[in-house]
């Protein structure tokens, strides 16, 4: 992941005293969420981090803050991913960087701990996987919130800037088209045609639409967003500018583990809540013999 300009924003990147200047300016972070896993023939496994991470960028370009290290694992198999995967998968192997919901929603806090023990207020999360993971990330960003009122966590997936403009899929004209406009190297739809070579993984989730994607549709999904994004870091912005604030960085004592973990034992007394542990209710089962039966109920700590 690079910086589209001169200006650095990554984390990974910055000096000590570009990073101060920068906390200093904005103290917003921004955390890409993402994963690897099938997009069809045609795309690269990783279009949900790039597109996140191509979004945080451009936002800490044009309203200040800083990018965090994107966090490439994500929740799936679990709950209502484990139907939709024997449909869209089958019994191949999806090569993706799914992890379980207890895993990923713990982790999570611990980064937010990170960015409030580094000295920021404000976080803009953005999930570029979406279906269902956002609600629980949000869940356990209100609880963390609840407990540290001076920070406010924004967790949105890429689909919801866009509501009512354009309809988020999975591998279809919508993503498809957003990878085309920002890193149309990792497109080829020449090679839709190894589906029907057998032991190359068949259609592998690519959607029915995927033919009418084009990089035209995917700059104006990435435009909307963007600008979505900007308004509400804008916002950000402008409260922490107003807010009194004679020493922001030591109006939080530093979070320690045992405060995460108190989070974490109310958030995972209603695991089962989650709504990555359950099937939609709309779904069939899972087939007994599929290899996402074990995951169609998730349980945390089993």
């Known amino acids: 992941m690079k910086p589209s300009t001169g200006s650095k924003t990554l984390w990974s990147e910055l000096l000590p005293y570009e990073f101060n200047r920068r906390l200093d300016e904005c103290p917003i972070v921004y955390l890409p969420l993402g994963l690897c896993e099938p997009h069809g023939q045609v795309s690269a496994f990783g279009l949900d981090t790039l597109k996140a991470e191509w979004l945080c960028l451009r936002t800490a370009e044009r309203v200040g803050g800083v990018v965090a290290p994107s966090m490439g694992y994500h929740i799936h198999e ?24 207890s895993i990923f929603l713990q982790l999570f806090l611990y980064q937010l701990r990170t960015f409030v023990n580094a000295g920021f207020r404000k976080i803009v999360v953005l999930s570029g996987h979406s279906g269902g993971n956002q609600f629980d990330l949000r869940q356990v960003a209100d609880l963390f919130m609840n407990r540290f009122s001076a920070v406010e966590v924004w967790v949105r997936s890429d689909p919801e800037l866009v509501e009512g403009l354009y ?9 498809i088209s957003q990878l085309m406009y920002i890193r149309p190297e990792l497109i080829e739809m020449d090679k839709a045609t190894l589906a029907d070579l057998q032991g190359s993984g068949g259609r592998l989730a690519l959607g ?32 922490s500018h107003s807010a009194a604030k004679p020493d922001t960085a030591a109006s ?51």
């Open 78 to 101: 679990a709950g209502y991913h484990a139907r939709w995967l024997e449909d869209e998968v089958g019994e191949e192997n999806p090569r993706m960087t799914g992890v379980p919901p």
């Open 252 to 302: 939080i004592p530093r979070i320690s583990y045992e405060d995460i973990e108190a989070i974490w034992s109310e958030a995972s007394a209603n695991a089962d809540k989650w709504v990555t542990a359950n099937p939609w209710p709309s779904q069939k089962s899972v087939s007994t013999l599929s290899q996402w039966k074990p995951y169609e109920r998730y349980e945390a700590g089993r």
């Open 208 to 239: 029915a639409d995927a033919g009418e994607a084009s990089p035209e549709l995917g700059k104006k999904i990435m435009e909307a967003c963007l600008e979505s994004m900007v308004e509400e870091a804008t916002r950000m912005k402008s409260e």
């Open 167 to 175: 309809e988020g899929d999975h591998a279809g004209k919508y993503e």
